[in-house]
């Protein structure tokens, strides 16, 4: 198992966009509709230990916050989506009783993580994720702003780049959470890395990796659909 990076550092500028840290969850106490709270480590490991446990509301969502049911201040966690490929993606814990899933995973907002307690911040990378930290990351950035990328949905992935024409690049990338996973083989694609409708891209963007003089290896924020605002 590799521990490739413990944070995912998120630029405090006026970017207006919710980062979202993956962690394994399971449930440990149901408080509400929405309301619960999960262990971030398989709880036989610790005796089932209440003080571990991490209380969230998974109905604060971004899907709730572009419906204006709350302030995107209050998002805590990310929504359940549909991937690449139609794979189930994000937050999976919930969010309703009585559907609730006793085990999952939860993407916890990053201003949500940093005022947890220390000993309840979840590892980054998780235990047993053969990976980098940024392949456990999502992003949204909000609707309704004055930003190429508003209502953009974008997902972590690790990436190298294998050839350049212009801001076109071809870029291997593997699996999330999977890079560092002995024989485990990425895929090959053609990007344009300067196209917010590709993947995060622009100013103070999640995504690392780039043409000329930028890195060849590293994070790329492929695009993960939309989001939109109600009006």
């Keep these: 198992m590799s521990r490739a990076g413990a944070l995912i550092t998120v630029t405090t500028v006026d970017i207006e966009r919710c980062v979202f840290t993956g962690t394994p969850a399971f449930l440990g106490r149901i ?3 929405t309301r ?10 610790h005796g089932f230990d209440p003080a571990l446990l991490i209380e969230v509301d998974l109905g604060r969502t971004p899907g709730a916050a572009a419906a204006k049911e709350i302030g995107w201040a209050q998002v805590e966690v990310d929504d359940c989506f549909s991937g ?8 999976t814990l919930g969010p309703r009783w009585p559907e609730l899933q006793l085990a999952g995973a939860v993407y916890l907002e990053a201003g949500f993580v940093a005022a947890l307690p220390a000993a309840l911040r979840p590892a980054c990378p998780p235990e047993g994720m053969s990976g980098h930290a940024y392949e456990c990351a999502t992003a949204v950035y909000w609707p309704d702003i004055e930003d190429p990328r508003a209502g953009n949905r974008y997902a972590g992935h690790h990436a190298e780049i294998r050839q350049e024409q212009g801001t076109l690049a071809r870029v291997a990338v593997w699996p999330p959470g999977r890079s560092l996973e002995p024989g485990v083989e990425p895929v090959t694609m053609w990007i344009d890395l300067a196209s917010g409708e590709q993947c995060d891209a622009g100013p103070d963007a999640l995504t690392t990796i780039g043409v000329g003089d930028g890195p060849k290896a590293g ?3 492929l695009i993960s659909g939309r989001i939109a605002a109600e009006r």
Excluded: R
């Excluded at 619960?36 to 490991?45: G, I, T």
């Design 31 to 33: 408080d509400g509709e």
């Design 36 to 45: 619960c709270a999960f262990w971030s480590q398989e709880p036989v490991d």
């Design 84 to 91: 690449p490929n139609g794979v189930v993606a994000g937050s």
């Design 219 to 221: 994070a790329l924020f």
